[in-house]
T-cell receptor
Framework: GENVEQHPSTLSVQEGDSAVIKCTYSDSASNYFPWYKQELGKGPQLIIDIRSNVGEKKDQRIAVTLNKTAKHFSLHITETQPEDSAVYFCAASINGGSQGNLIFGKGTKLSVKP | KAGVTQTPRYLIKTRGQQVTLSCSPISGHRSVSWYQQTPGQGLQFLFEYFSETQRNKGNFPGRFSGRQFSNSRSEMNVSTLELGDSALYLC??????????FGSGTRLTVV
């Protein structure tokens, strides 16, 4: 079955710096890759997603890139702010996400220091 | 617009008991998924329902079951609770099958 590895497990940056989180997946049939942000005491919140027919997607300070050949995708956060501090999860799905079976990475705890 | 609502927020049960968790999806969303979140295993998919039918199931024992009602509300049940079932149980809903929105979860503690 699909396996998603996420690195690093923890990341500390200064406010204003960029943060990059990387994930690799094992099943070449995966075609949908969402990223979630989870704050303490809350459920994961979808921040951006990308489908396999797109190489890059951007939404304000957040961008995701996908390399299907290498089977890895990355989250880029620019101009980080203290409110970006949270745990970030990448995920992959072979059903385009349509049947809920997202396979998640183990998460990256991002700390943004003011 | 109301989000995904899960009840109760916290639950303490004894080993061997059974428990039922409830999830009300965003209005109009017909797909509901359930996940288990633990520090050791992370987020793991339990099952997904669409229009009252289970379309997909994760790798969990038969003690974990669920259902969906005609109004898209969903429940999951865990029978014969074990200590290892202690976790945050998350429900997520989607209109189209993409972009699932998660609730805040039910924190289950088994003692």
């Amino acid at each position: 079955g699909e396996n998603v590895e996420q690195h690093p497990s923890t990341l500390s940056v200064q406010e204003g710096d960029s943060a990059v989180i990387k994930c690799t997946y094992s099943d070449s049939a995966s075609n949908y890759f969402p990223w979630y942000k989870q704050e303490l005491g809350k459920g994961p919140q979808l921040i951006i997603d990308i489908r396999s027919n797109v190489g890059e997607k951007k939404d304000q300070r957040i961008a995701v890139t996908l390399n299907k050949t290498a089977k890895h995708f990355s989250l880029h956060i620019t101009e980080t702010q203290p409110e970006d501090s949270a745990v970030y999860f990448c995920a992959a799905s072979i059903n385009g996400g349509s049947q809920g079976n997202l396979i998640f990475g183990k998460g990256t705890k991002l700390s943004v220091k003011p | 617009k109301a989000g995904v609502t899960q009840t109760p927020r916290y639950l303490i049960k004894t080993r061997g008991q059974q428990v039922t968790l409830s999830c009300s999806p965003i209005s109009g969303h017909r797909s509901v998924s359930w996940y288990q979140q633990t520090p050791g295993q992370g987020l793991q998919f339990l099952f997904e329902y669409f229009s009252e039918t289970q379309r997909n199931k994760g790798n969990f024992p038969g003690r974990f079951s669920g259902r969906q009602f005609s109004n898209s509300r969903s429940e999951m049940n865990v029978s014969t609770l074990e200590l290892g079932d202690s976790a945050l149980y998350l429900c997520a809903s989607s209109l189209s099958g993409y972009g699932y929105t998660f609730g805040s979860g039910t924190r289950l503690t088994v003692v």
